[in-house]
């Protein structure tokens, strides 16, 4: 019989000395993951956001081969040899009739099919290495991540350590192209398109990787004597022994070039083990862990493990893809759009310096390309790409052209810090992408000579992705984001003293109104069959979104209560919540507490289609795939809102048997 001890990898937390009421250190620690089983789908892992390694039940990737990915780890395929797709310059995208002239968008067409789908699935994360072992008897397993490398550092307490009976070995996949590659990453039977090679000397060994044009090194060191030898079979397997000790102290640091120096074993505990309380006594906290309520408990393991694991996997210099660093979703590319969901609750946790390790930054290196999108489709400003990756090449596709909804966020997150940091500095990091974002938007609405308005759409996808984009026009939640956007801008012009552009005005006050059928507010106006035919109750409620996300309007005609409220009453009863998903739940929660109804709010945050496992990862349920990101990211979201309240409503909103105390909190907007 094999029996094993697995250390837990939420980090412990050191006792608090700030004089904190709440005693964060006993609430964390409450909600450590445990496991004694394999998981089919979610590892255990440790990370710094930029670099995550997943673990199975034996503090490594023994039983499960789970990832260990980075920000930098992506490859690319070989270009299509197909005549006149050879190049990514041979892709021009496809013309759409928009008004009374063609646009250029970015999708494909039957004459570029090859070299569009290359764009789609190129480049893609890799999984950078499996690290596992053979056992046998008692095994002892600590692991950790450096939070300022990419590096795991592992101690390993054996008896077989000594007699040579246990190794630790790393093993190397080739990629895919799978759209969703989970829940493990990369093929281990394509060892001929790939190729490695080991150096090594005394207690030190370097793996370097090449995976066509892409290369990286697996640097280990580890105490005492040992050796790491090539399995010699054709694979890409190395295995590491030791002699003499029953401990096994090694890091394993991944890099695209071998640093000069590594942080040894001892600095990297050292360094996760301040860096984890720090994380923990920072910022804003909430403690349910009084009440009664089974809701309370519940929520609360989320919140503490949502934290967790936004911390691994999206605190990174990117926006994180939808599953972080756990596998690939897409690609592996992130979605600019779900930046929001994904980022916006580190600025309500006071958690500023996890934020501006890629905002607004990412924005900056994505100006250019967003300025020529913009110029080539015949407006303004710069338009905001959906998907995309590090190298800032867009990737094709109808609803990624057609989306217009990541085009006010620079607003969302720049009046979020200027709402923490009114200073001269916030304005003068934010203004060129805020003035750029509302050019386009200005640019964008259309002036219907028959209303009188200007229009959002046709063509265009709201955020449900489900329409028909040449039929939907002037959906709620875009048309309420549109003038938030522009207010913002506006406003952010006037704090720097300088002038309103004409534009903009002219078009704020001139938005369509949001439309209105049967008393409440549709997925788009003109939508046939609203709350009758399934499919206008189906997908994103984003109409929600007006009032919650959203505060109300500062210019223009005040939301009417009366239908914000039969809205939401509507989608309560109407609405396809058991095929809905992810951020719908915390979305349809922020508007229920703006109408006053926490006890709602814990329903949508705990709805049956709402799920997180036992070790905290978002279920992706039938929609996506696990774990899905966005879902906890918006979680936060809520609770923050729920704890710290809004302009005009501060303070807590939980419902009122629940015993709650918070720290930390600023209201939102």
């Known amino acids: 019989?094999?029996?094993?001890?697995?250390?837990?990898?939420?980090?412990?937390?050191?006792?608090?000395?700030?004089?904190?009421?709440?005693?964060?250190?006993?609430?964390?620690?409450?909600?450590?993951?445990?496991?004694?089983?394999?998981?089919?789908?979610?590892?255990?892992?440790?990370?710094?956001?930029?670099?995550?390694?997943?673990?199975?039940?034996?503090?490594?990737?023994?039983?499960?081969?789970?990832?260990?990915?980075?920000?930098?780890?992506?490859?690319?395929?070989?270009?299509?040899?197909?005549?006149?797709?050879?190049?990514?310059?041979?892709?021009?995208?496809?013309?759409?009739?928009?008004?009374?002239?063609l646009v250029q968008y970015n999708m494909p067409n039957e004459n570029n099919q090859d070299i569009a789908n290359w764009l789609r699935e190129n480049p893609h994360r890799i999984n950078l290495a499996l690290l596992a072992s053979h056992l046998g008897s008692v095994v002892e397993v600590e692991t950790r991540a450096d939070p300022d490398s990419d590096t795991v550092a592992i101690r390993i307490v054996s008896e077989l350590l000594s007699k040579g009976g246990l190794g630790v070995f790393f093993d190397f996949p080739y990629p895919n192209n799978n759209k969703f590659d989970e829940p493990f990453v990369g093929l281990f039977n394509q060892t001929d398109k790939h190729s490695t090679s080991l150096t090594s000397c005394g207690s030190h060994a370097a793996i370097h990787h090449d995976l066509d044009t892409f290369e990286y090194d697996l640097v280990l060191e580890w105490n005492g004597k040992g050796k790491v030898v090539a399995a010699g079979d054709g694979s890409h397997r190395y295995t590491l022994t030791v002699e003499g000790s029953n401990e096994l102290e090694l890091t394993a640091h991944f890099a695209p070039?071998?640093?000069?120096?590594?942080?040894?074993?001892?600095?990297?505990?050292?360094?996760?083990?301040?860096?984890?309380?720090?994380?923990?006594?920072?910022?804003?906290?909430?403690?349910?862990?009084?009440?009664?309520?089974?809701?309370?408990?519940?929520?609360?393991?989320?919140?503490?493990?949502?934290?967790?694991?936004?911390?691994?996997?999206?605190?990174?210099?990117?926006?994180?893809q939808e599953s972080g660093l756990v596998n690939n979703g897409w690609f592996g590319k992130f979605h600019m759009e779900m930046i929001l969901w994904h980022h916006v609750q580190f600025a309500r946790w006071g958690h500023w310096d996890l934020l501006h390790r890629s905002l607004p930054h990412v924005w900056d290196r994505l100006l250019e390309g967003a300025f020529e999108?913009?110029?080539?489709?015949?407006?303004?400003?710069?338009?905001?790409?959906?998907?995309?990756?590090?190298?800032?090449?867009?990737?094709p596709g109808e609803i990624n052209t057609l989306l217009i909804w990541q085009q006010p966020h620079p607003m969302y997150f720049a009046e979020l810090e200027y709402r923490a940091f009114p200073t001269q500095a916030t304005l003068d990091r934010w203004a060129r992408l805020l003035d750029a974002s509302a050019d386009f938007m200005a640019s964008y609405a259309w002036f219907n000579e028959t209303t009188g308005v200007y229009d959002l759409g046709p063509p265009m996808y709201p955020s449900s992705e489900n329409t028909n984009p040449n039929a939907t026009v002037n959906p709620p939640f875009e048309l309420a984001y549109w003038r938030f956007g522009l207010d913002v801008a506006s406003d952010w012009r006037r704090r720097q003293g300088r002038p309103v552009p004409a534009a903009w005005t002219t078009v704020k006050d001139g938005l369509a109104p949001l439309p209105v059928v049967d008393g409440t507010y549709p997925v788009y106006e003109g939508v046939p069959d609203m709350w009758v035919d399934p499919a206008t109750v189906y997908d994103h409620p984003s109409m929600s979104a007006v009032y919650g996300l959203l505060p109300p309007p500062r210019s223009g005609a005040p939301l009417n209560e009366t239908v914000l409220a039969e809205t939401a009453a509507r989608i309560w009863r109407l609405w396809d919540l058991d095929a809905s998903f992810g951020w719908d739940f915390p979305m349809l929660a922020m508007n229920a507490l703006r109408l006053g109804d926490a006890a709602r709010a814990v329903e949508y945050l705990l709805h049956p289609t709402f799920?997180?496992?036992?070790?905290?990862?978002?279920?992706?349920?039938?929609?996506?795939?696990?774990?899905?990101?966005?879902s906890a990211g918006s979680l936060l979201m809520a609770v923050a809102m729920m704890a710290g309240g809004w302009d005009g409503s501060e303070g807590a909103h939980f419902p009122d048997a629940w015993t709650v105390a918070v720290e930390g909190f600023v209201p939102g907007m």
């Not at 019989?1 to 837990?8: D, I, Y």
């Not at 939420?10 to 006993?26: F, Q």
């Not at 978002?618 to 966005?630: C, S």
């Open 1 to 101: 019989m094999r029996s094993l001890h697995v250390f837990a990898l939420l980090c412990s937390l050191a006792a608090a000395s700030n004089g904190a009421k709440i005693d964060r250190r006993h609430v964390v620690q409450t909600f450590n993951p445990r496991r004694n089983a394999r998981s089919p789908e979610t590892p255990l892992q440790v990370g710094n956001g930029n670099f995550a390694f997943g673990a199975d039940v034996t503090g490594l990737q023994t039983f499960s081969p789970f990832a260990t990915m980075s920000t930098w780890g992506w490859h690319n395929f070989s270009l299509p040899t197909t005549p006149g797709q050879t190049s990514i310059d041979d892709y021009n995208g496809t013309e759409w009739w928009t008004h009374d002239r």
């Open 257 to 320: 070039s071998k640093p000069e120096r590594r942080a040894s074993y001892g600095e990297i505990v050292a360094a996760s083990e301040a860096w984890w309380p720090s994380y923990w006594t920072k910022g804003a906290f909430v403690d349910l862990t009084a009440s009664d309520a089974a809701d309370a408990m519940e929520l609360q393991r989320r919140t503490i493990l949502s934290q967790y694991l936004v911390a691994v996997n999206s605190a990174s210099d990117y926006p994180p």
């Open 373 to 395: 999108r913009a110029a080539n489709q015949g407006y303004d400003g710069a338009r905001w790409g959906k998907m995309t990756d590090p190298s800032t090449i867009d990737s």
């Open 611 to 630: 799920r997180f496992d036992d070790a905290g990862y978002p279920v992706g349920g039938t929609r996506v795939p696990t774990p899905y990101f966005p």
